[in-house]
Structures are given as structure tokens and as C-alpha cells.
Nanobody, 125 residues
């Protein structure tokens, strides 16, 4: 089984940068694509970005394009989300997810099979 654990969240001021990590443990039967989502209070879970098995292809939601960068280091079993120019609207619980079926899962939460517990990001002055 595959397990995901996020870290790196915290409270930052607007305009600051923050990097989230997602460590993968366990064993997958095959290659797996991954993604980041977030959920703000009272809102539905929102897609942020996805990355393919090898880390060569990425896709971003328009709301974070140009500010956030998704990457992965398979030698460390870790995926990252580098966030810059953070805004109060970025405040949410951030989740990493893995799809055990799709090498490049895309933006639908339904294709992701494994989820982390989430890490809180708060952007406030």
C-alpha cells in the first residue's frame, strides 16, 4: 500500500514563498502520477497541479499558474509544491494525492486513489 505524508505548511505573510513536501511510503505496483489539491473552509476541494510519473510533464490550475511549481524526486520518494507570491486567497489545507492507475492523472480528484492527511497553509498579514 502507498501512504502519503505532507509537510511544510505554516503561516506566512502575503508575497512570501513556501515549499510543501509529500513523502511517499509503501510500494505501488506500477508507476503513478501525482497531484496537489487544496480546500479552503466552506469550499470544495480545488485542483492545483499534477505531475506525471517521471516528473517530465506538469499541468497547473489557472489560479496558480506562474506562481506555483510542482516537482518530484523519485530517488527520494518525494513530491514538492513550491509556492511563491502567496496571497490570502491561497489559505487552505493542502493535500497531495497519487493515482495508481494513471501516469498523468490530470485535474479530477476522482482519479486519485491515495491521499495525504493535509497540511495547513495560512497567508495573512
Amino acid at each position: 500500500q502507498v501512504h502519503l505524508v505532507e509537510s511544510g505548511g505554516g503561516l506566512v505573510q502575503p508575497g512570501a514563498s513556501l515549499t510543501l513536501s509529500c513523502v511517499v511510503s509503501g510500494r505501488a505496483e506500477g508507476p503513478y502520477g501525482m497531484g496537489w489539491f487544496r480546500q479552503a473552509p466552506g469550499l470544495e476541494r480545488e485542483y492545483i497541479a499534477t505531475i506525471d510519473t517521471l516528473g517530465t510533464s506538469t499541468h497547473y490550475a489557472d489560479s496558480v499558474k506562474g506562481r506555483f511549481t510542482i516537482s518530484r524526486d523519485n530517488s527520494k520518494n518525494t513530491m514538492y509544491l513550491q509556492m511563491s507570491s502567496l496571497e490570502p486567497e491561497d489559505t487552505a489545507v493542502y493535500y497531495c494525492a497519487a493515482s495508481l492507475k494513471w501516469a498523468f492523472p490530470g485535474n479530477s480528484a476522482r482519479v486519485y486513489d491515495v491521499w495525504g492527511q493535509g497540511t495547513q497553509v495560512a497567508v495573512s498579514s
